[in-house]
């Protein structure tokens, strides 16, 4: 439900999440060390042609970039006033380019899979004390909380709402705060009484 | 690691991305990224849960974002957004959470004006300090440049420091041995 | 058997229960009384989630002091409010925490957790969003958490009190059909004809311990 992921069977499906991420690592740096704009514009559409190859539409990079446009016209039109419009679409366009490949990663790798991906590589770190069962539980409980801090704001919004307080953010921080703390140490009871030793 | 510490940095965490479903402010006419709640939740993991678990909180909830959960205001998230023009300014959150936990350790409980010094430093200008060299570098814009564009976001940030530090002193009221 | 043997408790200055002595070794009981009684403190005590002041709570010879983990083996708790029981953000993810800390197999726990969503009419739930569940399936489920640990006995704080009226007669229902011992601390005192023995908390201290007919209108009288 809470994912990114879009469902699908491509090559870029089935690759691990560990080598996408080095792949993604090696093009960013690339991106950022080339200095050329028909490079940069060689690269996007590259990246583009991707997109296809992944069973992902064009309306999905598109909604990648969406959310970007404004500080891409910002960064742009500053670019062009200060340094000329060459430079202005060599950097917004590496920019899309950037963050249209860190995209397909996303779109094709499933969350839990590069979350076990991240636990797995955190048991390297095991010698500095990390212990991964417990990044495990980490997550999952900040998984499961999310949805309950939604609907403890929920509720508390509209029980504000009826003495006329909605609008005011302390009204509404206060109580949740309080009640987030609450249920932390309710829930750290109930995780030791399910037999949980840290 | 005690499972309360666990809980709490699930929970700091939860709260960061509980606090992107705010409905954001938006303002100059959306010429810039709209101001979300979402700091707030930075600043108070550090000032509530303290330095360790405020920054693992955040650690936590940074390596969410990237592994493709769409848990930064307006449901973005994934790789994208970190590589971007904002994505300084998310890397820092944990270091900031840290910074703040260990500054408002260091004199729990202070008065009013103190705290939202200790948040202001490290949820305001340390954030700054790391969100902008990053946003220059990603845009070639120059340090000056991307300092100017932040000036708008100042007043919502120190907005947020009030609220953080109103609700941090309110919880360590309610919870003196948290 | 748990025996509870003059256990005080108190938070620093504030004294929550004091001098108790009880041997609970009825199949049902229910500890009533107002908020601020004591009794979820009392309820807490069992299982060990609460060390006493003074005294010693013992559950079948086992000290909750010395024998912390073998008694919450034995003694399952449930809250009052599911949200703050269920840990994991899927059904059968939520059921297999109990059991991996206690070392069951893979096999194990797949039947068991087959075993009680069919005993509870949720098994096409078994890959569910827990927040997506109704308030009475989401205690089902903290009750199904606990119960397949196998424990002995099941001590539920005011499991009820945040239903409405269809769901606290499903869930009554349920607890009603357990095998194991139950200790109950309730507000809804409609539900506890049945029980073999009914305590009165009131101010951290035991003020009626009798047959339900007997001490519920005791109580009832003594807050009105």
Redesign the interface.
């Known amino acids: 439900m809470l994912d990114l992921y879009s469902p699908g069977t491509s090559p870029l499906h089935r690759l691990s999440p560990g080598p996408k991420m080095l792949v993604l690592m090696i093009g960013a740096t690339a991106l950022f060390l080339n200095e050329s704009l028909p490079i940069t514009v060689g690269a996007l559409c590259g990246v583009l042609l991707l997109y296809p190859v992944a069973q992902l539409t064009l309306k999905q990079a598109w909604q990648q970039i969406r959310p970007l446009l404004w500080i891409f016209a910002l960064f742009f039109a500053l670019q062009w006033w200060f340094s000329g419009i060459a430079l202005a679409a060599y950097v917004v366009l590496r920019l899309a380019a950037l963050i249209l490949l860190a995209s397909l990663v996303t779109l094709t790798t499933r969350s839990s899979d590069m979350i076990e991906t991240m636990t797995w590589a955190l048991g390297f770190l095991r010698p500095l004390g990390v212990n991964p069962a417990k990044v495990g539980l980490a997550i999952s409980l900040a998984l499961r909380f999310i949805p309950v801090l939604a609907q403890i704001a929920q509720e508390v919004r509209e029980a504000q709402k009826a003495r006329g307080l909605e609008r005011s953010v302390l009204a509404v921080a206060m109580p949740v705060a309080i009640r987030t703390i609450k249920m932390a140490d309710d829930i750290s009871d109930a995780i030791e009484s399910r037999g949980y030793r840290p | ?4 510490s ?6 700091f ?3 960061t ?2 606090l992107g ?2 409905p954001p402010i938006s303002f100059a006419g ?4 709209p101001i979300t ?1 979402q700091s ?1 939740g930075v600043m ?1 993991a550090g000032a ?1 849960a303290g330095p360790r678990r405020g920054g ?1 909180a955040l650690l ?2 940074v ?2 974002v ?6 930064l205001a ?1 449901g ?11 994505g300084g300014f998310i890397l820092s959150w944990p270091i900031c959470a840290a910074v703040i936990g260990i500054l408002v350790a260091k004199a729990p409980n202070a008065g009013f004006v103190p705290m939202a010094v200790s948040i202001a430093l490290g949820g305001l200008v340390l954030m700054y300090a790391v969100g902008i060299p990053w946003m220059a570098f ?5 340090l000056m ?1 991307s300092l100017t ?1 932040m000036v708008a976001y100042i007043p919502g940030d120190l907005v947020k420091v009030v ?1 953080a530090t ?2 941090a002193r ?2 360590r009221r ?2 003196p041995n ?1 | 058997m748990i025996e509870i043997t003059n256990v005080s408790l108190a938070y620093g200055q504030r004294t929550v229960l004091r001098d108790i002595s009880l041997t609970l070794s009825e199949r049902r009981i229910a500890i009533v009384g107002a908020n601020g009684s004591g009794k979820s403190s009392f309820a807490r005590l069992l299982n060990g989630l609460l060390l006493p002041s003074e005294g010693t709570v013992k559950v079948d010879g086992l000290d909750t002091r010395s024998h912390g983990k073998d008694v919450r083996r034995k003694v399952g708790f449930v809250f009052q409010n599911p949200d703050n029981q269920i840990v994991f953000p899927v059904v059968e993810e939520d059921l297999a925490f109990g059991m991996k800390n206690l070392g069951f197999t893979k096999d194990t726990i797949a039947a068991k957790t087959t075993e009680i969503l069919t005993r509870y009419d949720m098994l096409d739930l078994r890959e569910h969003p827990a927040h997506l569940l109704s308030g009475g399936q989401k205690q089902l489920l903290a009750i199904s958490g606990v119960l397949v640990m196998d424990p002995a006995y099941v001590v539920l704080d005011e499991p009820t009190t945040l239903l409405d009226l269809r769901n606290k007669r499903r869930i009554t229902r349920a607890i009603d059909a357990l095998d194991q011992t139950v200790i109950i601390a309730s507000h809804d005192l409609d539900l506890l004809g049945d029980y073999d023995r009914v305590i009165v908390f009131d101010e951290g201290g035991i003020v009626a311990d009798d047959v339900p007919g007997k001490a519920i209108p005791f109580y009832v009288n003594r807050m009105s």
Do not use: W
């Open positions: 690691m005690d499972t309360k666990i809980v709490y940095i699930a929970l965490a939860a709260l991305a509980a479903l705010m959306l010429a810039l990224p709640a707030l108070l509530v693992l936590l909830f390596a969410l990237a592994a493709g959960l769409p848990l307006g973005r998230g994934g790789i994208g957004v970190i590589l971007g023009t904002s990603v845009g070639k814009l120059g440049k564009i609220l109103i609700v309110g919880l309610a919870y948290l």
